[in-house]
């Protein structure tokens, strides 16, 4: 069972939400707006409105994020583009200094510097993000682990530099000495943390963009701007009725055209958004080639290695966009035959992409495509 963000946890368990609700797709535009391509989700427009809603974008941990929001009538001056952004830009910094890697001031990171096997007080957001990590970590079978800091830095992934050595299997087998999500404890009242050993460290980057997601969407809505949506890199959160018209990216498929994204990425599917998240998780924009082979920045926590399974990407629909955030990492791992079986047991609505003999070939699960019935694939805009 998929834990939920903010869910009371009685007896041990969680209750499950529907992965996303159904909505009417209303009305499309006859000639959509031109496309701004924000890494792999992107969104085309609020289809069946005749307003244009107000866009900010701008950069944070380590990525873009966007929020497009339609002012309620009468306007409200809580909603003044100016304010919005500071206000968005604030919460983004706070939640930056809460789980960034690459600062060493942040709260993650000084606990990660600890030796202290004591509970550790942390801030709410911290324990929150961890307690669903771990609730991932479960479902998956350790499938999503983020105690992998070690194996991620060692492959180099992580703020230092990339490798040009593959590491070894020694040094692959040191640092998944210290990777095991059992060995994190987490504790929400009050919040804390406690290491089973003095060196265990946590990166929290598959949960954390999508929690911020979720933020911004939780920040719109308290400033009055129900209609909206909240876009941090491959993570995207809609509120309201309004269903918002979004491409998903067709990966690129190394091997055929080089290892480099194409400068026009076409589109895997096009799908309406109401009211739910979207996540997509996948090798084509962050990986390394070493001696002439490539490596995804996704490691296995299981292996220690870079995940290698013929998946190119997963989307996943959900009510929280920190745990389809963190899902569509979990099933990257997991492979197109293991992560299909635990979505398809968990009636989650995911989009696996594969690579099959040079060619990338889709695979919607049951619940995806009844909430995102495929319809004509539109070309790339040059």
Known sequence: MIAQPGSARRDGA???????????????????????????????????????????????????WSVKFFQPLPPSPALDPTLVKARVAATLEHLESVFSTYRSASELSRFNTATSTDWSPVSPELARVAWESRCISETTSGAFDATVDPLVRLWGFGPQRRITIVPTASE???????????????????????????????????????????????????????????????????SGARPWRTAIEQPSSPGLAGHTAALAPSFARIIS??????????????????????????IDPRTGRPSSNGLASVSVM????????????????????????????????????????????????PEFARLAPMTAVEPALP
């Open 318 to 365: 959900h009510a929280s966009c920190a745990t389809s955030s963190a899902l569509a990492t979990a099933l990257c791992v997991l492979g197109p035959d293991a992560g299909w079986a635990l979505a398809t047991r968990e009636h989650l609505a995911c989009l696996f992409i594969l690579r099959e003999g040079g060619l990338l070939t889709h695979r919607a699960t």
């Open 172 to 238: 692959i087998n040191a640092a998944r000495a210290f990777v095991g999500y059992q060995r994190l404890g987490v504790r929400l009242s009050p919040p804390a943390l406690r290491k089973a050993i003095p060196n265990l460290t946590a990166d929290f980057s598959s949960l954390a963009k999508g929690f911020a997601t979720d933020a911004l969407s939780e920040l719109l809505t308290a400033l009055g701007a129900i209609e909206h949506l909240t876009q941090i890199g491959g993570d995207l959160k809609t």
């Open 273 to 298: 958004l109401a009211g739910s998240a979207l996540s997509t998780s996948g090798d084509s924009h962050n990986f390394t080639t070493i001696a002439g082979h490539r490596y995804g920045h996704i």
């Open 14 to 64: 969680y209750r499950r939400q529907s992965a996303a609700r159904q909505t009417d797709l209303g009305q499309r535009r006859s000639s959509p707006p031109p496309l701004i391509w924000l890494l792999v989700l992107t969104v085309i427009t609020a289809a069946g409105s005749a307003a244009e809603p107000t866009a900010l974008s701008g950069r944070a941990m380590g990525t873009t």
